[in-house]
């Protein structure tokens, strides 16, 4: 069975310019979420998704990122524009709900820099 | 106070040896836990569940102490393959997604 995958693994780009990041999950999972990770760190909550409808974006910084997950699948973050200070991995993981109990399964993630 | 706290290390230890690591946490209503291992420029994956009961995989125990917030791992005699980070993560109370802790860093040596 297909893991979630990511895409792409590595990215780099200039500062100002857009980024977009893409996560497809395990099939059948209905909770989605986005982490992002700087090194040293612990993941640190940017979206999560249940189903097609956001429930947590208290963290994600608005003014310059954005999400979206159409029909509940696949899903998008992008950073437009994108800042120096975004130079993170960005993680996605994928759960069967948003269950107490339930295993998030992680992708490899996308490794952004920005220079 | 950061909602879940966890020592970085990193803990050096050799082959065979016995190492405990801690993780606190702030939000008293918490319902789950959890320690994932991360490998070096790898993803998080799911180490074990740990149950208020304490519970053990192989050389793996998992112990939770909810009057005191804290959580513990301890693997008993230390593989080289053992060498990761392990991440403390935490669901709070109603509809809450994961929490990690910064992790700790485990060198085993030969």
């Known amino acids: 069975e297909a893991g979630v995958v990511q895409s792409p693994r590595y990215k780099i780009i200039e500062k100002k310019q857009p980024v977009a990041f893409w996560c497809n999950p395990i099939?059948?999972?209905?909770?989605l979420y986005w982490y992002l990770q700087n090194l040293g760190q612990g993941p640190e909550l940017l979206i999560r998704?249940?189903?097609?409808?956001?429930?947590?974006d208290s963290q994600l910084p608005k003014d310059r990122f954005s999400a979206e997950r159409l029909k509940g699948v696949d899903s998008t973050l992008k950073i437009q524009p994108a800042e120096l200070g975004d130079s993170a991995v960005y993680l996605c993981?994928?759960?069967?709900?948003?269950?107490?109990?339930?295993?998030?399964?992680f992708g490899q993630g996308t490794r952004l820099t920005v220079v | 106070r950061k909602e879940v706290e966890q020592d970085p290390g990193p803990f050096n230890v050799p082959e065979g040896a016995t190492v405990a690591f801690n993780c606190t946490y702030s939000?008293?209503?918490?319902?789950?836990f959890f320690w994932y291992r991360q490998d070096c420029r790898k993803e998080p994956k799911l180490l074990m569940s740990?149950?208020?009961s304490g519970n053990e995989d192989g050389r793996f125990t998992a112990q939770l102490n909810r009057a005191s917030q804290y959580i513990s791992l301890l693997i008993r005699d230390s593989k080289l393959s053992d060498s990761a980070t392990y991440l403390c993560?935490?669901?709070?109370?109603?509809?809450?997604?994961?929490?990690f802790g910064k992790g700790t860093r485990l060198s085993v040596i030969a």
């Open positions: 993981a994928s759960s069967l709900d948003g269950g107490k109990h339930t295993e998030a399964f």
């Open positions: 099939s059948g999972h209905n909770t």
């Open positions: 998704y249940e189903n097609e409808e956001a429930v947590d």
């Open positions: 939000n008293s209503a918490s319902q789950s």
């Open positions: 740990v149950y208020s």
């Open positions: 993560v935490v669901i709070g109370a109603g509809n809450t997604p994961l929490v």
